[in-house]
């Protein structure tokens, strides 16, 4: 005897969509705050955040500088030392350019004008590349490059990692920074979603770890890793010479431009489309 399928049972299988839309709503409404702080509170915030994400790349460096470790083990764990850095901006508070593509939400719902978006972006983005270069300046005085991991030293680590980037093309800087910030944003995302501190830390570990493992580009990352890699180079660290200024500015220019594609429209504009209230 066939069984009656009810309304009821339809309905049960149907996707709850209210966690989107709380979603959406939470990302609206932090878009809202954000365009609404003043620039000198939205600066410093800024700073923090290149320092909280230069000290997950910092120990990810320290990581991957064991080169007795396997490929996996050492690009997967040093990936999830990275993910201090996310963090610490979303637990502690920061103002981190890459996470506040989502603004873009806002901006559509016309909750923000265009213009305070771009204000929070460009005040966002100095204040993460003066976080990120003082950061350089205090691991020097440190004097952490010349420690040894077996027969490498974190000075030689960094400057293979800034090399590294520097002789990627502009389309694969490109689209690594579009992959990058597609899984950075949706921890971010997620984390909009989490009602606890433990929430939060899980959101952020996971995607944070597959795009640092995988070699994606961050912008904000780099305005860490690039200088650190070309200080450490003209201190006489590493085997390629002393590397280019030009070479990191052009990386972080093409990795930015990525991450803003990445995380406004991959996330922020996919997200907007399936949720507008206009629907």
């Known amino acids: 005897m066939e069984e009656q399928i009810t309304k009821a049972d339809i309905a049960a299988c149907k996707p709850d969509h209210a ?3 709380g979603i959406v709503a939470k990302a609206e409404a932090v878009g809202m705050a954000k365009a609404q702080m003043s620039a000198g509170r939205m600066f410093w915030l800024a700073i923090a955040a290149g320092l909280f994400i230069g000290t997950g790349a910092l120990f990810m460096a320290y990581v991957k500088a064991d080169l007795t470790l396997s490929f996996a083990v050492a690009s997967v764990f040093g990936a999830a030392m ?8 979303v637990i502690a508070g920061a103002e981190l350019f890459t996470g506040n593509t989502l603004m873009v939400i806002a901006a559509l719902e016309k909750k923000i004008s265009w213009l305070h978006m771009l204000r929070n972006w460009v005040v966002v983005y100095i204040g993460n590349l003066v976080g990120s270069l003082l950061l ?6 440190c004097g952490v490059m010349a420690i040894k991991a077996g027969d490498n030293t974190i000075g030689n680590q960094m400057v293979a990692v800034a090399a590294g980037k520097e002789a990627l093309g502009p389309l694969e800087i490109f689209c690594r920074g579009i992959m990058c910030n597609f899984l950075v944003c949706l921890a971010v995302w997620m984390g909009f979603a989490g009602r606890t501190v433990i929430d939060k830390i899980v959101t952020c570990m996971f995607p944070v770890t597959a795009f640092v493992a995988m070699g994606f580009e961050h912008c904000v990352a780099n305005m860490f890793f690039l200088p650190m890699g070309t200080v450490a180079s003209m201190m006489g660290y590493g085997s390629v010479g002393v590397l280019a200024w030009g070479g990191a500015a052009y990386n972080i220019l093409f990795a930015t431009l990525g991450n803003i594609v990445g995380g406004a429209v991959f996330v922020g504009v996919l997200y907007w489309l399936a949720y507008r209230k206009s629907k």
């Not at 990275?82 to 901006?89: K, P, Q, R």
């Not at 350089?136 to 005085?141: D, N, P, Q």
């Open 136 to 141: 350089v300046a205090v691991v020097v005085g």
């Open 19 to 21: 966690a989107g839309a």
């Open 82 to 89: 990275f993910s201090i850095g996310l963090i610490l901006v």
